[in-house]
Protein backbone atom coordinates (compact mmCIF):
# COMPACT_ATOMS: atom_id res chain seq x y z
CA UNK A 1 0.00 0.00 0.00
CA UNK A 2 1.39 3.52 -0.76
CA UNK A 3 0.39 4.48 2.83
CA UNK A 4 -1.23 3.27 5.73
CA UNK A 5 -3.90 0.19 6.08
CA UNK A 6 -6.05 1.19 3.02
CA UNK A 7 -5.69 1.17 -0.92
CA UNK A 8 -5.88 4.16 -3.08
CA UNK A 9 -7.18 4.31 -6.57
CA UNK A 10 -7.20 7.36 -8.88
CA UNK A 11 -9.48 7.33 -12.23
CA UNK A 12 -7.74 9.51 -15.48
CA UNK A 13 -8.17 10.23 -18.84
CA UNK A 14 -9.76 13.01 -20.92
CA UNK A 15 -12.80 14.84 -20.75
CA UNK A 16 -15.82 12.94 -21.73
CA UNK A 17 -14.24 9.55 -21.13
CA UNK A 18 -16.65 8.24 -18.57
CA UNK A 19 -14.39 8.36 -15.63
CA UNK A 20 -17.68 9.98 -13.29
CA UNK A 21 -19.84 6.81 -14.68
CA UNK A 22 -16.76 4.20 -13.70
CA UNK A 23 -16.17 5.99 -10.25
CA UNK A 24 -19.98 5.45 -9.41
CA UNK A 25 -20.20 1.77 -10.29
CA UNK A 26 -16.97 0.99 -8.39
CA UNK A 27 -17.53 3.02 -5.34
CA UNK A 28 -20.86 0.58 -5.03
CA UNK A 29 -19.13 -2.27 -5.68
CA UNK A 30 -16.70 -1.69 -2.99
CA UNK A 31 -19.37 -0.86 -0.61
CA UNK A 32 -21.32 -3.41 -1.47
CA UNK A 33 -18.36 -5.62 -0.68
CA UNK A 34 -18.37 -4.14 3.12
CA UNK A 35 -15.39 -1.69 2.52
CA UNK A 36 -15.41 1.87 3.72
CA UNK A 37 -15.04 3.98 0.35
CA UNK A 38 -14.00 7.88 0.83
CA UNK A 39 -14.76 9.66 -2.83
CA UNK A 40 -12.91 12.38 -3.67
CA UNK A 41 -11.21 14.62 -6.38
CA UNK A 42 -8.62 17.04 -7.90
CA UNK A 43 -8.46 19.95 -7.80
CA UNK A 44 -11.46 20.34 -5.33
CA UNK A 45 -11.18 17.87 -2.81
CA UNK A 46 -11.22 20.32 -0.04
CA UNK A 47 -12.54 23.50 0.98
CA UNK A 48 -9.18 25.02 0.11
CA UNK A 49 -9.54 23.22 -3.49
CA UNK A 50 -12.64 24.12 -4.15
CA UNK A 51 -11.21 27.84 -4.76
CA UNK A 52 -8.14 26.94 -6.63
CA UNK A 53 -11.04 24.70 -8.47
CA UNK A 54 -12.52 27.92 -9.25
CA UNK A 55 -10.05 29.45 -10.37
CA UNK A 56 -8.11 26.79 -12.71
CA UNK A 57 -11.82 25.41 -14.23
CA UNK A 58 -13.98 28.63 -14.68
CA UNK A 59 -11.45 31.77 -13.88
CA UNK A 60 -12.56 34.25 -17.19
CA UNK A 61 -9.20 35.07 -19.07
CA UNK A 62 -5.92 33.54 -19.70
CA UNK A 63 -3.75 31.96 -16.63
CA UNK A 64 0.62 31.59 -17.45
CA UNK A 65 0.61 27.44 -17.79
CA UNK A 66 3.65 27.48 -14.84
CA UNK A 67 0.96 29.50 -12.70
CA UNK A 68 -1.81 27.15 -13.34
CA UNK A 69 0.96 23.49 -12.96
CA UNK A 70 1.51 25.99 -9.56
CA UNK A 71 -2.16 25.88 -8.53
CA UNK A 72 -2.55 22.27 -9.08
CA UNK A 73 0.25 21.58 -6.97
CA UNK A 74 -0.89 23.41 -4.30
CA UNK A 75 -4.57 21.54 -4.32
CA UNK A 76 -2.84 18.69 -4.46
CA UNK A 77 0.24 19.28 -1.32
CA UNK A 78 -3.18 20.37 0.99
CA UNK A 79 -5.01 17.61 -0.55
CA UNK A 80 -2.85 14.65 -0.04
CA UNK A 81 -2.23 15.72 3.77
CA UNK A 82 -5.41 16.76 4.73
CA UNK A 83 -7.93 14.39 2.61
CA UNK A 84 -5.64 10.92 0.97
CA UNK A 85 -3.68 10.33 3.81
CA UNK A 86 -5.95 10.47 6.82
CA UNK A 87 -8.19 8.35 5.06
CA UNK A 88 -5.68 6.00 4.10
CA UNK A 89 -4.36 5.70 7.76
CA UNK A 90 -8.34 4.60 8.55
CA UNK A 91 -8.07 1.89 6.09
CA UNK A 92 -10.69 3.40 3.72
CA UNK A 93 -10.07 2.55 -0.10
CA UNK A 94 -9.78 6.15 -1.79
CA UNK A 95 -11.29 6.52 -5.22
CA UNK A 96 -9.83 9.56 -6.57
CA UNK A 97 -10.96 11.12 -9.74
CA UNK A 98 -7.36 12.68 -11.49
CA UNK A 99 -4.00 13.16 -9.91
CA UNK A 100 -0.87 14.03 -10.50
CA UNK A 101 -0.98 11.89 -13.85
CA UNK A 102 -3.18 14.92 -14.91
CA UNK A 103 -0.74 17.53 -14.42
CA UNK A 104 1.70 15.43 -16.54
CA UNK A 105 -0.83 15.35 -19.34
CA UNK A 106 -2.37 18.55 -19.25
CA UNK A 107 -0.48 20.93 -17.52
CA UNK A 108 2.66 19.32 -19.16
CA UNK A 109 2.03 17.77 -22.72
CA UNK A 110 -1.29 19.76 -23.19
CA UNK A 111 0.62 23.30 -22.18
CA UNK A 112 3.60 22.31 -23.81
CA UNK A 113 5.38 22.44 -20.37
CA UNK A 114 8.29 20.24 -19.31
CA UNK A 115 5.96 16.90 -18.34
CA UNK A 116 8.90 15.76 -15.93
CA UNK A 117 9.41 18.93 -14.29
CA UNK A 118 5.60 18.89 -13.24
CA UNK A 119 5.78 15.46 -12.33
CA UNK A 120 8.42 16.34 -9.81
CA UNK A 121 6.42 19.67 -9.03
CA UNK A 122 3.99 16.95 -7.72
CA UNK A 123 5.93 14.99 -6.39
CA UNK A 124 7.29 17.28 -4.00
CA UNK A 125 3.80 18.70 -3.25
CA UNK A 126 2.33 15.08 -2.24
CA UNK A 127 5.91 14.04 -0.30
CA UNK A 128 6.09 11.23 -3.03
CA UNK A 129 2.40 9.72 -2.64
CA UNK A 130 1.82 7.61 -5.53
CA UNK A 131 -1.71 5.43 -5.77
CA UNK A 132 -1.77 1.74 -5.56
CA UNK A 133 -3.97 2.05 -8.56
CA UNK A 134 -4.63 4.50 -11.54
CA UNK A 135 -7.18 3.19 -14.25
CA UNK A 136 -6.90 5.05 -17.46
CA UNK A 137 -9.95 5.60 -19.71
CA UNK A 138 -8.56 6.12 -22.97
CA UNK A 139 -11.06 7.67 -25.95
CA UNK A 140 -10.02 9.40 -28.93
CA UNK A 141 -10.62 13.14 -28.39
CA UNK A 142 -13.09 13.22 -31.67
CA UNK A 143 -15.13 10.38 -29.71
CA UNK A 144 -14.74 12.86 -26.07
CA UNK A 145 -15.75 16.03 -28.06
CA UNK A 146 -19.07 14.37 -29.15
CA UNK A 147 -20.01 12.89 -25.73
CA UNK A 148 -19.23 16.56 -24.19
CA UNK A 149 -21.23 18.33 -26.96
CA UNK A 150 -24.05 15.87 -26.40
CA UNK A 151 -24.27 16.81 -22.63
CA UNK A 152 -24.99 20.25 -23.25
CA UNK A 153 -23.21 22.09 -20.56
CA UNK A 154 -20.59 24.49 -20.98
CA UNK A 155 -17.17 23.57 -21.40
CA UNK A 156 -15.06 24.64 -18.76
CA UNK A 157 -11.53 25.96 -19.80
CA UNK A 158 -9.98 22.62 -20.25
CA UNK A 159 -12.57 21.44 -21.59
CA UNK A 160 -12.65 23.96 -24.20
CA UNK A 161 -9.48 23.52 -25.63
CA UNK A 162 -8.89 22.03 -29.40
CA UNK A 163 -8.58 18.83 -30.61
CA UNK A 164 -4.64 19.08 -30.90
CA UNK A 165 -4.46 20.06 -27.17
CA UNK A 166 -6.80 16.90 -26.11
CA UNK A 167 -4.55 14.47 -28.85
CA UNK A 168 -1.15 15.66 -26.97
CA UNK A 169 -2.90 15.14 -23.56
CA UNK A 170 -4.17 11.08 -24.72
CA UNK A 171 -0.68 10.88 -25.61
CA UNK A 172 1.23 12.17 -22.68
CA UNK A 173 -1.75 9.42 -20.55
CA UNK A 174 -0.44 6.78 -22.35
CA UNK A 175 3.20 7.57 -22.29
CA UNK A 176 2.70 7.58 -18.37
CA UNK A 177 0.85 3.88 -18.70
CA UNK A 178 3.15 1.82 -20.87
CA UNK A 179 6.21 3.81 -18.00
CA UNK A 180 4.31 2.31 -15.26
CA UNK A 181 2.28 -1.07 -16.39
CA UNK A 182 2.65 -1.87 -13.15
CA UNK A 183 0.33 0.61 -11.68
CA UNK A 184 -2.02 1.19 -14.23
CA UNK A 185 -5.04 -0.23 -16.13
CA UNK A 186 -6.01 1.08 -19.25
CA UNK A 187 -9.19 0.73 -20.98
CA UNK A 188 -10.87 1.37 -24.00
CA UNK A 189 -13.35 4.29 -22.99
CA UNK A 190 -15.66 3.06 -26.19
CA UNK A 191 -16.40 -0.37 -24.96
CA UNK A 192 -19.85 -0.44 -23.01
CA UNK A 193 -20.19 0.83 -19.41
CA UNK A 194 -20.82 -3.06 -18.30
CA UNK A 195 -17.65 -4.12 -20.23
CA UNK A 196 -15.43 -1.35 -18.32
CA UNK A 197 -17.02 -2.19 -15.24
CA UNK A 198 -16.32 -6.24 -15.23
CA UNK A 199 -12.29 -5.22 -16.44
CA UNK A 200 -12.14 -2.68 -13.12
CA UNK A 201 -13.57 -4.96 -10.86
CA UNK A 202 -10.93 -7.88 -12.30
CA UNK A 203 -8.26 -5.32 -11.38
CA UNK A 204 -9.18 -4.56 -8.07
CA UNK A 205 -10.08 -7.86 -6.54
CA UNK A 206 -6.89 -9.06 -5.63
CA UNK A 207 -6.06 -6.13 -3.99
CA UNK A 208 -9.00 -6.81 -1.79
CA UNK A 209 -7.96 -10.30 -0.69
Known sequence: MTSGRGMWITLEGGDGSGKTTQANLLADWLSESGHTVLRTREPGGSEVGQ????????????????????????????????????????????????????SVAYQGAGRVLDGAEVRNLSLWAAEGALPDLTLLLDLAPEAARG????????????????????????????????????????LDASASVDEIAAAVRERVAPYLR
Not at 66 to 84: I, K, W
Not at 156 to 184: G, M, Q
Request: no cysteine; aromatic share 6%; charged share 35%.
Open 147 to 186: RLDSADKPFDRLEAEKTEFHTRVRDAYLALADAEPERFLV
Open 51 to 102: LIRDIVLHHRGDIAPRAEALLYAADRAHHVATVVRPALERGEIVLQDRYLDS
